[in-house]
Structures are given as C-alpha cells and as structure tokens.
Nanobody, 129 residues
Framework: QVQLVESGGGLVQAGDSLRLACAASGGTFSEYTMGWFRQGPGKEREFVAA????????YYAEAVKGRFTISRDNAKNTIFLQMNLLKPEDTAVYYCALDVNFRLGSQAYYSSAGTYDYWGQGTQVTVSS
C-alpha cells in the first residue's frame, strides 16, 4: 500500500514563494513517476507538473511554466514543488500523485489525473493580493 503525504502549504502574498514536499512510503519510490495537481474552490483537479523515475522527463502546465520547479530526492522518497512568483490564481489544494505504470508516457498522458494510481490528502496554498 502506497501512502503519500504533502506538506509545505500556507498563506502568502502575491509574489511570494513556497516549497511543497510529498513524502512517499510503501513502495519502491525510485521506480515511480510522480505528479503534482491542484484543485481550487469549486473547480476540478488540474495538472501542475510531473517528473519521471530518473528525473529525465519533466512536464509543466503552461500556467506554471517558468515559475514552478518540480524535483525529486529518491534517497528521501520525496518530491518537491518550488513555487515562485505566486499569483492569487494559484490558490488551491495541491495534491501529489503516483503512477505505478512502467510505460514511457507522453506529456498528455501524465497531464491526465486518470493516469495516477495513488493520491495524497493535499496541502492548502492560499495567495492573497
């Protein structure tokens, strides 16, 4: 049983930065592709970023490209999302997700929430103007 726990959210002002973390347990972390999604009030989950098993494949949503950076530390079974220049429209609950499928996926594949097999509980990010 894979478990994911997000942390690092909070209340910040526009232009500030936050670093989210997602700690995984219960599996061989280095073998999994990981993703970050977010869900604002009254909205569906939307893709933010994904990172492959060896960090050789990294994908970003256009809305966050150039501001957010996804990374992973396999020794610590953790992925990170560095969020800079935050905007009010970034306000959402941020979830990490894990894909156990070993196939080599496309950006479109890893941008779909249905791709992922396990999800964390989420961490709240609120950006005020």
């Amino acid at each position: 049983q894979v478990q994911l726990v997000e942390s690092g959210g909070g209340l910040v002002q526009a232009g500030d930065s936050l670093r989210l973390a997602c700690a995984a347990s219960g599996g061989t972390f280095s073998e999994y592709t990981m993703g970050w999604f977010r869900q604002g009030p009254g909205k569906e989950r939307e893709f933010v970023a994904a990172i492959g098993r060896n960090s050789g494949r990294i994908y970003y949503a256009e809305a966050v490209k150039g501001r957010f950076t996804i990374s992973r530390d396999n020794a610590k079974n953790t992925i990170f999302l560095q969020m800079n220049l935050l905007k009010p429209e970034d306000t959402a609950v941020y979830y990490c997700a894990l894909d156990v499928n070993f196939r080599l996926g496309s950006q479109a594949y890893y941008s779909s929430a249905g791709t992922y097999d396990y999800w964390g509980q989420g961490t709240q990010v609120t950006v005020s103007s």
